[in-house]
């Protein structure tokens, strides 16, 4: 007997067209790539439009924020870029992150709606601490004025036991949801969608509704957080090694808020550790 394909594309085109989705056509199918978000990136000086999609079953050289390694065994996870077109730079890659986000958890919550999905920001998507989803946001010009921005996720799905290096990490099967909620196609269009209807949303100018949701499952406000490597002040855009203290929230613009013995210090970007 056949076994059924890690990813229907046939199946999924009839999912999208059924829920009118734009997103996620055309979409491409890989058994094995290095990186999906490498493709997107290969592909912006091309005339590929919004929402194409390359969903992959493994890539051998994923990464994630700050060049860490995504690591994801074939077939466990949900592993997908997808390409953006805009006439100009976005105001905030932070912003977008969150916007991504939020998609995402908005597209996990449905599957474990017994657990509290969170937001670690700036776009982790996390389940009492453990990470369930991380985000890549990576832009390029197209050489005529305009800008490629490519949307790079990871959800993990199947996965019951973790590789070194993953760190603290959680899957939807972890969390108990059913075998029928965990297949790829019905997963990745409820992400397009919920995509398709944020990310608009940050490019318009409309960011400050997207950072009132996130605040409704923030991760960190609370919570005493280090921020290590490219961390700084939002004012003056000045590095900031490290910085400890108590996260206070996000602000409008999508910075992180943290209270130090120096005062309240605004975080464009960095690598948030929980302190216990």
Known sequence: MTSPPWFDGARFERLRAEAGAAWGR??????????????????????????????????????????NAWV???GEALLMSTLLRWPAPA???TGLGLAVGLAILRACQLRVPAHE???????????????L???????????????????????????????????????LARLGADPGVLE??????????ELERVVPRVLTGHLTE????????????GRPVRIAGDAGNGARGDEQPELVGVARGISDDGQLEVETEAGVRRVITGHVAWLE
């Open 117 to 131: 999905l969170a937001i670690k920001w700036p776009n982790d998507v996390v389940c009492e601490g453990a990470k």
């Open 72 to 74: 994801a065994r074939p």
């Open 210 to 221: 997207v950072i009132a949701a996130v605040r409704g499952v923030d991760a960190l406000a």
């Open 26 to 67: 055309p979409m491409r199918v890989l058994d094995q790539t290095e990186s999906t978000n490498d493709l997107g990136l290969a592909a912006i000086p091309r005339d590929d439009k919004t929402g194409i999609v390359w969903v992959a079953r493994e890539q051998t050289r994923g990464r994630g924020r700050r060049g």
């Open 91 to 93: 105001e905030t890659t």
């Open 133 to 171: 989803a991380g985000v890549l946001i990576e832009s390029r010009s197209d050489g005529r004025g305009a800008v490629g921005i490519v949307l790079g996720l990871g959800i993990n799905v199947r996965s019951l036991a973790f590789d070194p290096g993953a760190g603290r990490a959680t899957s």
């Open 184 to 193: 790829l196609e019905p997963l990745l269009l409820d992400v397009l969608i």
